[in-house]
């Protein structure tokens, strides 16, 4: 089963470290690369607007400039409860705060918090479990 | 012619008449009855016979033979002559011959005639005599026969006396027979008492004997008079039972007086006119040392002219109504001095004395009291007066009762304020009066509910005097009724700007406090994100390029140093939160924890290492989270990183034990172990006990802090080459 990602990070690097790793694991139909929170709102927006299906999993950076990773989750979880109830948030980050780990874990839609460098093995875990769910 | 001298022996009474009825001579005793010459009709009245008519010389001739009874009318005596008249035929005169007509010896002798006045003839004297003779004898025989009647009822009175006395009396011959008693003695003494011995006492010695006896409840004085030429003696009566009890009532209620008057507790002393001192009771003597006998006067005791004029005043009175009170110094035998407080009475005695007495009252302790309470109001005042603090005791109408010299320092103001309220005071001082209304309110409020209030009073707020007191009221409650409010006010001007000051540098320390946060949090997410992508990098490298063995040795030595740096960075972070972070408490599941821990660090794990978990206890684990997974963290990584080839394989146990007020956790592993010299240092900062050490050397440095933290204990046993047991007990909030 292939999925859709959604990458958001303002790091290039991580990006481009992210999209090897994703690409890697074979479970990515389409890789969409955000580099602020804003513009991801934008394109989800887009998609919405389009009637197009959200990305089933998106892995969100913390610390970005302007809007950061809490505040986008604020304004992600005001879609329509069936818009985005197939996507699987996972937090990725260099954060060891525990704040900020207990916040974003109480939002609906994130399922783990994962700090930063994502390994292969952790994101093919992760989608194994999802494609057994589905 | 008859001789004049015979007729004058014949009738001394005769007189003669001539025709004109002139009395021409008289008898020598009837010249004694009349011994003026007059007329016939001057000096006679006829008596017999009495034919209502003048006689005439010739109605009288015509009456011859015939006895005339005349009444000499000149003598106050009207004293009567009886006899004839004979007619002189020659003379041709009219004789009367006669003498007093008389009944008793007293007639003649009256009228001042005696025997030889008569003619010896004259029968009327013997017959005078015979009369008086008779009259003589009976008048005594009635004399004696009345005296005897008189004499008989004077007896027959007397007789009563004894009889009807109602004091008994009784006579007894001299050897003590009743010869006589009355009824009051038959009745009252006869039965109870004989008298034998007084009596013969009485008889013998020839004495009266007098003796008090008391026969069934009735008292009686008595006497035996002995009559000796008599041979008997009289015993007379007199009860005196009611005397007796009056006596007796009189006695008991003089003890009692004698009795009040000894042991009051008064002192007692009276002078008389003289001012002496005549007597004292026996308090006063006790007190003062001076006794009865001693010659005391008023100027020895009370030195103050004051005493000397209220005396004199109360004998000036002479009215036992009058009294004064007095008060001062009573100088005793010592030459000290008592206090003393009283009333001085004048006194009129029975026998018409005249005394001033004094009831005195010993004050001596009470004013010692007194000035020793005086001393000590004053002591407390001074006290009060020095505090540096207002002091106020208001009453339980907020009226001042008392002010200290700090409240107000104007003496006459603080005066003047005592009895008043707040409001005067503010009226007084020209402030806005809604102040002192909402103040007098509050303590309503505050007595009403029983509580003290205490608020801030800021004078010249904002300017450089500004002053800050505190004030406290504290109602005091007797028994539900308030008595009193304690005020008392304390400048707190400087511990408020102190206060003000330590506020604002604690808003400062939380300020910094938070940039700090806020710094390590940003430094730490900054300084490991770069890091993070030359891991990811040198990962992607490892993956994709085909490299020799000596590249992909420096690589794996980049990747090393970097994780160290994040490992430090780490720890950092840790460290600076521990410090900072308050501590919170929430529900572990301890084996989850140390699972998750586990599997996290599961992708660096140097060769294969076995984890046992085994938890005792059911009460859940509650304690600090962050601070708990931090070191296990610590202690497991440790585990790990110095964990070593053996033939049983590397393992891990951790055991733990959860009571209800503190919980046991050891983490031993079959590791390098810790040489025995540097056990005691590897808590200390920065301090790496390996070679083979590739940490910061904080972790065991943080576990350190965290136990101290949470107020636990850390200890460690170790032998190199066997492996290493820590050891940890902490508190569990569970409860």
């Given at each position: 089963?292939?999925?859709?990602?959604?990458?958001?990070?303002?790091?290039?690097?991580?990006?481009?470290?992210?999209?090897?790793?994703?690409?890697?694991?074979?479970?990515?139909?389409?890789?969409?690369?955000?580099?602020?929170?804003?513009?991801?709102?934008?394109?989800?927006?887009?998609?919405?607007?389009?009637?197009?299906?959200?990305?089933?999993?998106?892995?969100?950076?913390?610390?970005?400039?302007?809007?950061?990773?809490?505040?986008?989750?604020?304004?992600?979880?005001?879609?329509?409860?069936?818009?985005?109830?197939?996507?699987?948030?996972?937090?990725?980050?260099?954060?060891?705060?525990?704040?900020?780990?207990?916040?974003?874990?109480?939002?609906?839609?994130?399922?783990?918090?994962?700090?930063?460098?994502?390994?292969?093995?952790?994101?093919?875990?992760?989608?194994?479990?999802?494609?057994?769910?589905? | 012619?008859?001789?004049?001298?015979?007729?004058?022996?014949?009738?001394?009474?005769?007189?003669?008449?001539?025709?004109?009825?002139?009395?021409?001579?008289?008898?020598?005793?009837?010249?004694?009855?009349?011994?003026?010459?007059?007329?016939?009709?001057?000096?006679?009245?006829?008596?017999?016979?009495?034919?209502?008519?003048?006689?005439?010389?010739?109605?009288?001739?015509?009456?011859?033979?015939?006895?005339?009874?005349?009444?000499?009318?000149?003598?106050?005596?009207?004293?009567?002559?009886?006899?004839?008249?004979?007619?002189?035929?020659?003379?041709?005169?009219?004789?009367?011959?006669?003498?007093?007509?008389?009944?008793?010896?007293?007639?003649?002798?009256?009228?001042?005639?005696?025997?030889?006045?008569?003619?010896?003839?004259?029968?009327?004297?013997?017959?005078?005599?015979?009369?008086?003779?008779?009259?003589?004898?009976?008048?005594?025989?009635?004399?004696?026969?009345?005296?005897?009647?008189?004499?008989?009822?004077?007896?027959?009175?007397?007789?009563?006396?004894?009889?009807?006395?109602?004091?008994?009396?009784?006579?007894?011959?001299?050897?003590?027979?009743?010869?006589?008693?009355?009824?009051?003695?038959?009745?009252?003494?006869?039965?109870?008492?004989?008298?034998?011995?007084?009596?013969?006492?009485?008889?013998?010695?020839?004495?009266?004997?007098?003796?008090?006896?008391?026969?069934?409840?009735?008292?009686?004085?008595?006497?035996?008079?002995?009559?000796?030429?008599?041979?008997?003696?009289?015993?007379?009566?007199?009860?005196?039972?009611?005397?007796?009890?009056?006596?007796?009532?009189?006695?008991?209620?003089?003890?009692?007086?004698?009795?009040?008057?000894?042991?009051?507790?008064?002192?007692?002393?009276?002078?008389?006119?003289?001012?002496?001192?005549?007597?004292?009771?026996?308090?006063?003597?006790?007190?003062?040392?001076?006794?009865?006998?001693?010659?005391?006067?008023?100027?020895?005791?009370?030195?103050?002219?004051?005493?000397?004029?209220?005396?004199?005043?109360?004998?000036?009175?002479?009215?036992?109504?009058?009294?004064?009170?007095?008060?001062?110094?009573?100088?005793?035998?010592?030459?000290?001095?008592?206090?003393?407080?009283?009333?001085?009475?004048?006194?009129?005695?029975?026998?018409?004395?005249?005394?001033?007495?004094?009831?005195?009252?010993?004050?001596?302790?009470?004013?010692?009291?007194?000035?020793?309470l005086e001393e000590q109001r004053s002591y407390y005042a001074d006290l009060f007066d020095n505090l540096p603090a207002d002091v106020a005791v208001l009453d339980s109408n907020f009226r001042f009762q008392y002010l200290n010299r700090s409240a107000i320092s104007d003496e006459q103001l603080r005066d003047w304020l005592i009895g008043k309220r707040e409001i005067d005071y503010f009226r007084f001082r020209g402030l806005p009066l809604d102040k002192a209304i909402d103040r007098e309110a509050r303590f309503k409020l505050m007595v009403?509910?029983?509580?003290r209030e205490t608020w801030e009073d800021v004078y010249n707020?904002?300017?450089?005097n500004?002053k800050v007191m505190l004030r406290n009221m504290l109602p005091i409650f007797d028994?539900?009724?308030l008595v009193y409010i304690l005020a008392y006010g304390v400048d707190i001007t400087?511990?408020?700007?102190?206060?003000?000051?330590?506020?604002?540098?604690?808003?400062?320390?939380?300020?910094?406090?938070?940039?700090?946060?806020?710094?390590?949090?940003?430094?730490?997410?900054?300084?490991?994100?770069?890091?993070?992508?030359?891991?990811?990098?040198?990962?992607?490298?490892?993956?994709?390029?085909?490299?020799?063995?000596?590249?992909?040795?420096?690589?794996?030595?980049?990747?090393?140093?970097?994780?160290?740096?994040?490992?430090?960075?780490?720890?950092?972070?840790?460290?600076?939160?521990?410090?900072?972070?308050?501590?919170?408490?929430?529900?572990?599941?301890?084996?989850?924890?140390?699972?998750?821990?586990?599997?996290?660090?599961?992708?660096?794990?140097?060769?294969?290492?076995?984890?046992?978990?085994?938890?005792?206890?059911?009460?859940?684990?509650?304690?600090?989270?962050?601070?708990?997974?931090?070191?296990?963290?610590?202690?497991?990584?440790?585990?790990?990183?110095?964990?070593?080839?053996?033939?049983?394989?590397?393992?891990?146990?951790?055991?733990?034990?959860?009571?209800?007020?503190?919980?046991?956790?050891?983490?031993?592993?079959?590791?390098?172990?810790?040489?025995?010299?540097?056990?005691?240092?590897?808590?200390?900062?920065?301090?790496?006990?390996?070679?083979?050490?590739?940490?910061?050397?904080?972790?065991?440095?943080?576990?350190?802090?965290?136990?101290?933290?949470?107020?636990?204990?850390?200890?460690?046993?170790?032998?190199?080459?066997?492996?290493?047991?820590?050891?940890?007990?902490?508190?569990?909030?569970?409860?």
């Open positions: 089963m292939l999925f859709d990602f959604l990458l958001i990070d303002d790091d290039p690097i991580f990006n481009f470290l992210n999209e090897k790793i994703v690409s890697e694991t074979g479970f990515a139909k389409a890789i969409t690369i955000q580099v602020s929170a804003e513009e991801a709102l934008v394109y989800l927006n887009k998609l919405q607007e389009k009637g197009s299906p959200f990305p089933t999993i998106l892995l969100l950076d913390l610390r970005m400039p302007s809007m950061n990773g809490i505040e986008f989750l604020a304004l992600f979880h005001q879609f329509p409860e069936e818009t985005i109830k197939q996507t699987h948030i996972y937090m990725l980050s260099s954060s060891l705060n525990e704040n900020d780990r207990n916040k974003t874990l109480s939002f609906k839609n994130v399922r783990a918090f994962l700090s930063k460098p994502l390994m292969i093995e952790q994101l093919e875990e992760l989608c194994k479990k999802i494609s057994e769910e589905k | 012619m008859l001789n004049n001298r015979y007729i004058d022996r014949l009738f001394p009474f005769h007189f003669v008449l001539d025709k004109d009825m002139r009395i021409l001579r008289k008898g020598g005793s009837l010249l004694k009855l009349l011994p003026r010459d007059d007329a016939f009709s001057t000096c006679f009245q006829f008596v017999k016979p009495g034919l209502g008519i003048d006689y005439t010389f010739e109605s009288i001739q015509s009456f011859e033979n015939q006895t005339f009874i005349l009444r000499i009318a000149s003598n106050e005596k009207k004293i009567l002559l009886k006899g004839e008249f004979v007619y002189h035929t020659e003379e041709a005169k009219l004789v009367f011959c006669g003498s007093p007509w008389l009944r008793s010896d007293d007639d003649y002798t009256a009228l001042g005639l005696v025997d030889s006045d008569f003619a010896l003839h004259d029968s009327m004297l013997d017959l005078v005599h015979v009369k008086k003779q008779h009259a003589l004898t009976t008048q005594d025989l009635l004399s004696v026969n009345s005296k005897l009647e008189e004499a008989i009822q004077k007896n027959q009175d007397i007789s009563r006396f004894p009889t009807e006395n109602p004091n008994p009396v009784a006579r007894f011959n001299k050897d003590g027979q009743l010869l006589f008693c009355n009824e009051a003695f038959h009745e009252n003494i006869q039965p109870f008492l004989t008298f034998q011995d007084e009596i013969q006492n009485a008889f013998y010695t020839g004495q009266n004997i007098t003796k008090e006896i008391n026969v069934d409840g009735r008292f009686f004085n008595t006497m035996f008079v002995p009559i000796i030429d008599r041979g008997y003696v009289n015993l007379y009566c007199a009860e005196i039972t009611a005397q007796k009890l009056a006596e007796k009532k009189l006695q008991s209620s003089e003890s009692n007086f004698r009795y009040i008057v000894e042991t009051t507790n008064q002192l007692i002393i009276s002078f008389n006119t003289k001012l002496e001192a005549t007597w004292m009771n026996q308090r006063f003597a006790e007190l003062t040392g001076y006794s009865s006998q001693e010659s005391l006067s008023l100027y020895d005791l009370f030195e103050d002219a004051a005493f000397k004029s209220i005396v004199d005043k109360l004998f000036r009175s002479n009215d036992e109504k009058q009294h004064e009170h007095i008060e001062g110094k009573l100088r005793i035998k010592d030459g000290k001095f008592l206090e003393i407080e009283g009333v001085a009475y004048c006194q009129i005695k029975y026998d018409g004395g005249i005394s001033v007495d004094f009831y005195l009252n010993n004050i001596s302790d009470k004013k010692q009291y007194l000035t020793e009403d509910e029983k509580s707020e904002g300017m450089p500004e028994d539900k009724k400087q511990l408020k700007k102190g206060r003000d000051l330590l506020n604002v540098k604690n808003e400062e320390l939380e300020k910094v406090n938070k940039d700090l946060d806020s710094f390590v949090y940003s430094a730490s997410h900054d300084l490991r994100a770069p890091l993070l992508s030359i891991l990811g990098l040198l990962d992607v490298i490892n993956r994709q390029v085909q490299t020799d063995e000596k590249i992909a040795g420096y690589l794996s030595m980049i990747r090393g140093v970097i994780l160290r740096l994040d490992d430090t960075i780490k720890d950092i972070l840790s460290y600076s939160k521990n410090s900072r972070v308050e501590i919170t408490s929430s529900p572990i599941d301890l084996k989850a924890m140390i699972d998750t821990i586990f599997q996290g660090m599961r992708h660096f794990l140097p060769r294969e290492i076995r984890m046992d978990i085994a938890i005792q206890g059911d009460c859940g684990l509650h304690t600090d989270e962050v601070r708990i997974r931090s070191l296990l963290n610590n202690l497991i990584s440790n585990a790990i990183k110095y964990s070593r080839e053996s033939d049983a394989g590397s393992w891990i146990k951790i055991n733990a034990l959860i009571e209800p007020a503190s919980f046991t956790l050891t983490i031993t592993d079959n590791g390098e172990g810790i040489p025995a010299d540097r056990q005691a240092k590897v808590f200390d900062m920065f301090y790496r006990a390996s070679k083979n050490s590739q940490g910061s050397g904080l972790g065991l440095y943080i576990c350190a802090e965290i136990i101290k933290k949470l107020e636990g204990q850390i200890s460690l046993i170790s032998s190199p080459g066997q492996g290493t047991t820590f050891s940890i007990t902490l508190p569990n909030h569970s409860q």
